[in-house]
């Protein structure tokens, strides 16, 4: 039996070939383009460039916006794989059953960030009169596009090496040993949490794109503790019960997409203002209100569970 006999495994893979092929024809024209390209020039040549630019933005846009959506299609069939992978009851029995799993998941949160800063880079390019980011963006892409063929590698020898005779450890093992930062206690780790969120509130406030950046990378590696570690115990119910995929599963309405699409958007805004000021040169530090809004989100759904269950049962883990 192989994995590659599901489904889901088949179609994300066939999806992820289709954008590679549309992102390999849109880099021919790219690489065209960013040799031969000048603004002020009034030639047959220039003329056709700027066609092929509004083609190859288009074709770009429908791939990375797909690339994104993937994203979610790819944890959907992680859940899929932990029913048929001996031993796993959730994603994290799936992405830990080979040594391809975690770098494959760093990859793909990497690749999101990265597609996330070029649609941005991109908008501003069409908005303005002479394309002035033109090449900066393609030599984004560029690099992007190396990290897509390095993912699709990735993805295959993942999904190849997935065991389907052996048991592989879950959730119940794999989170189960103390394994906090710095030696934290849930309640250092809550604390830190709470204060760092409330520091990138008053950084986004008074726009200050650099200090919220490091904040948010902060913010990020953290929340990925607080969530494993304590929030997810009131999301499951359970004081033994840590990780970080099962609330994506359908026995808790799959309420981890919203959490860590909320987390994923708020430090996304965290980091974009200062990303896109060192490449554009122009302050877009107006942005960071977003960081705050979806950060907000984010720790009020995680807030309002610990909340839920001390009001129904008096007590906290």
């Known amino acids: 039996m192989s994995v590659f006999l599901s489904n889901a495994v088949i179609a994300f893979l066939l999806a992820e070939f289709v954008l590679l092929v549309l992102m390999s024809i849109s880099l021919f024209y790219v690489v065209r383009i960013v040799r031969s390209w000048d603004y002020n020039a ?44 001996p031993g796993a009851m959730c994603s994290a029995g799936v992405i830990g059953s080979n040594k391809f799993g975690g770098i ?16 941005v880079i991109n908008k501003l390019d069409l908005q303005a009169l002479n394309f002035p980011y033109l090449k900066k963006k393609y030599a984004i892409f560029i690099c992007l596009f190396v990290m897509i063929l390095v993912e699709l590698g990735i993805e295959i020898s993942f999904f190849y090496n997935i065991p389907l005779k052996v048991p592989v450890f879950c959730c119940s093992v794999t989170f189960q040993a103390p394994k906090l930062p710095f030696g934290y206690t ?74 860590w699409c909320s987390l994923f958007l708020g430090v996304f805004y965290g980091l974009m203002p200062y990303l896109v000021e060192i490449i554009t040169k122009t302050n877009y530090s107006h942005k960071l209100k977003f960081s705050s809004i979806w950060l907000s989100v ?14 129904l049962r008096g007590f906290l883990f």
């Open 298 to 311: 984010y720790v009020l759904i995680c807030s309002l569970y610990v909340l839920k269950y001390y009001l």
């Open 42 to 85: 009034l030639t047959s040549l220039q003329y056709s460039l700027e066609k092929q630019n509004y083609l190859v933005n288009t074709i770009l846009l429908f791939s990375v916006c797909t690339k994104i959506v993937l994203f979610i299609f790819f944890a959907l069939c992680l859940n899929e794989l932990s029913d048929i992978v």
């Open 186 to 259: 849930n309640f250092g780790l809550v604390s830190v949490f709470f204060v760092l969120f409330f520091v990138i509130l008053a950084l986004n406030f008074l726009k200050q794109s650099m200090a919220s950046f490091v904040a948010n990378l902060l913010f990020l590696v953290l929340s990925y503790y607080a969530i494993t570690y304590f929030f997810g115990l009131y999301v499951y119910k359970q004081p033994n019960h840590k990780c970080p995929y099962c609330m994506l599963r359908s026995d808790y309405f799959y309420v981890g997409y919203l959490i």
């Open 104 to 119: 494959l998941m760093l990859t793909k949160i990497l690749l999101i960030f990265g597609l996330g800063i070029w649609l």
